[in-house]
């Protein structure tokens, strides 16, 4: 009905299988040259029903994204532009001068996000999910322990609750807080940049919402996915605060500070969530970057006063 151009015969549907999401994706092939995809979401998830206005809102700031052919929103189906099947990760056996181009592309995406204006924020703020305030940092602190520490590496709930409770596990929380809030992308990994024509593309961004730049910073940074080393890790950064700088954005107070905190909850979501979807939903294919996943919070927790009880129990499940 709503391509009414299209060779009904012709066309060729094919389900792609892709990360924990409850939205069920498919490649629609029309011609030999011609693709789209089609997204069925969840109705009763209210998260999905925002994706259209956000991806419209990131479009017309220039930031890239999807383009959107037609939204059914009584059916919950939304007909997008196929981007293609390269994102960041598949390349993450090419040479670091390959794959650095395109992680600067991505940061230039991201960037242009953090540096909209307040105004951007107000438009959209009633299509966004809650904040990133205390409550939320404590739920993803939860959620790693008992979804991780609990469900996966089953550890008695005497030792999780004297974890959990830690009094810096609730300073972290209230101090994020009180920071001030950009746009933030909010799961920006690797899997969620597609690479076209060598320009990173944004997908999964429904759950966008004010919060650190930093977080984002963090998601790709320490992204599990992806065996990053130290060095490159730090020209990821500098490239990123150097385009801050030159659109005359400053980046206040410890930045290292921020992105080491931000990357111990960007982690412990990450854990608590291959956890529940291996465990919970039999996603088992999640469970696979829970080891290098703890190796890289066990190196961030070392470096954050009042987490050395924290530290040494992560020792101990990757010795």
Sequence with gaps: MHFPRLDVDRIRIRPIEKGGSDRKFYRIRCSPNQTLILVKYNLEREENQ?????????????????KIYFHDATEGLIWVEDLGERDLFSYRRESW?????????????????HGLPESACIEIKEDL????????YLWEQNYFFENCLGRYFAIDNVKLASLATLPALDQIAEHLDRLPRVLVHRDFQSQNIIMRNGQAYLIDFQGMRPGLAEYDLASLLYDPYVDLTEAERAELITYYREQQVKKGITIEGDFDSKL?????????????AYGFLGLMKGHKHFLQYVPAAIKSLRST??????????EALLGKLIS
């Design 129 to 136: 999910p809650a904040e990133f305030n205390a409550a939320l």
């Design 301 to 310: 927790v070392s470096q954050i006063e009042g987490l050395q009880k924290l």
């Design 260 to 272: 080491r905190l931000c990357a111990m909850q960007r982690l412990m979501q990450a854990l608590g």
């Design 97 to 113: 001068l390959v794959r650095r181009a395109f992680y600067e592309s991505a940061l230039d995406q991201i960037a242009a996000l």
């Design 50 to 66: 925002h994706y259209v206005q956000i991806a419209r809102f990131l479009d017309a700031r220039g930031i890239r994204v999807p």
